[in-house]
């Protein structure tokens, strides 16, 4: 398979020019490598190309098609039917649950058109701002039309009610606004004034309007009868819970993203310890999942080391080919059930095993001039990394569990 099929604006091999999907995997990496040609071809892609892979990597896993149904239901509620009309739905949950990535691939599947008639945004995703006012809110609107020059002739009431009205100048069906809750809370005003200009969207009866972010959302909702009883219709985003069958789902999403990581070679990060060790730490959270793998991955890039895998398959050992090319991740000790660093695999020819990669991550801890010779109780290691970027991390993990001894002597 041509691997630049698979990437960036070419990233459509799957969908029709004119469909939904094609739309969206114009703006998303999606699908995965599945064989090792593939993986090989990927890490030969120039840097640019590999890190938009994994800036814009998005599995479709239980929480996100539940996430993109909540929107759909909302945006069109009767399949192959005509589009919601002066409603207001919500999808709440937690900081992190991928709330904003569902957002924006479900809106890349709409993108702007035009027609005899003119510019058609059928969907606008727009993000509201801590203590969002009502001519930035505005001012979003016109951004996101394109039509960010709008004059501010007779003031700033004239120039907010032609901002509301530029949606149904656009023929706009579903207007999505992330982190909702700073249009209601933190605010002087109480909200009134956001609450203003979401009632008076409504209140044209031409689009639906879908509110995201924490749960507080619905209870401001409730508080105002005329907001809750415009066909109200908020769900809970549930990240994958602790049950067994969660955890094999989290595995199994752990292994998707291993997959769609342009690196010559898996990471194997859906087996038992990497799998248990990022659950423990992100809760379930994917945003939290990807505050781990991204950063790593952009080292992976550096290192440089699966840009060439031809490079390992020179120096003749299986064990540095099944190395070369690895993203790899450090766990703290089993104590703190917590990752401290993301790191990178640097052996040159060496073996990859837990036993030679604790013994490697020890010696260069213990090695370091900055930090004493101590030893301390590591999980099994899924990689190492060199005695520089240890040492990196060593006084900040330090400071972590003086922290965390103070808090309980305290």
Not at 253 to 258: A, K, M, P, R
Not at 272 to 290: C, D, F, N, T, W
Request: aromatic share 8%; glycine share 6%.
């Amino acid at each position: 398979m041509n691997i630049e099929a698979k990437t960036n604006a070419n990233h459509i091999a799957a969908a029709t020019p004119s469909s939904p999907l094609a739309a969206a995997q114009r703006r998303f990496h999606t699908e995965a490598f599945e064989t090792d040609g593939e993986r090989v071809a990927a890490s030969k892609l120039p840097k640019a190309q590999r890190q938009w892979m994994i800036d814009n990597l998005i599995v479709k896993y239980a929480v996100f098609n539940n996430g993109f149904d909540m929107l759909k239901s909302n945006h069109v509620p009767v399949e192959d039917g005509d589009h919601g009309r002066g409603t207001v739905g919500a999808m709440l949950g937690t900081s992190r649950t991928g709330k904003s990535a569902i957002c924006r691939y479900y809106a890349a599947q709409f993108p702007a058109t035009y027609d005899d008639e003119g510019e058609i945004f059928p969907v606008v995703h727009m993000t509201a701002s801590v203590r969002m006012t009502q001519t930035e809110f505005a001012h979003e609107l016109n951004r996101l039309t394109a039509c960010r020059h709008t004059s501010m002739k007779g003031g700033v009431g004239a120039y907010v009610s032609n901002a509301l009205l530029r949606l149904l100048t656009v023929r706009t069906q579903l207007l999505i606004i992330d982190d909702a809750q700073y249009m209601f809370y933190d605010r002087p005003d109480n909200g009134a004034a956001m609450f203003k200009l979401v009632k008076t969207i409504v209140d044209y009866s031409e689009l639906a309007v879908m509110l995201v972010g924490e749960e507080r959302i619905a209870d401001y909702v409730y508080s105002i009868d005329a907001f809750e009883n415009r066909s109200f219709n908020a769900d809970v985003l549930q990240c994958l819970s602790a049950s067994a069958d969660d955890l094999l789902r989290f595995s199994k999403l752990l292994g998707s993203i291993d997959r769609r990581l342009p690196f010559a070679n898996l990471s194997g990060l859906d087996e038992k310890y990497p799998a248990e060790h990022l659950y423990r730490y992100s809760k379930g959270q994917i945003g939290r999942v990807m505050n781990i793998i991204r950063p790593a991955a952009y080292l992976a890039l550096n290192d440089g080391s699966s840009q060439n895998p031809c490079r390992a398959s020179s120096e003749g050992s299986r064990q540095a080919r099944e190395a070369r090319g690895r993203l790899l991740l450090l766990w703290v000790p089993s104590p703190c059930s917590m990752i401290v660093s993301v790191l990178i695999e640097s052996f040159r020819g060496g073996g990859c095993g837990p036993d030679s990669a604790r013994k490697s991550a020890r010696t260069s801890l213990g090695s370091s001039p900055t930090t004493p010779n101590v030893q301390p109780p590591f999980t099994p290691l899924i990689a190492v990394s060199t005695a520089a970027i240890a040492r990196k991390c060593w006084k900040p993990f330090c400071s972590f569990l003086s922290q965390t001894r103070r808090r309980r002597t305290s």
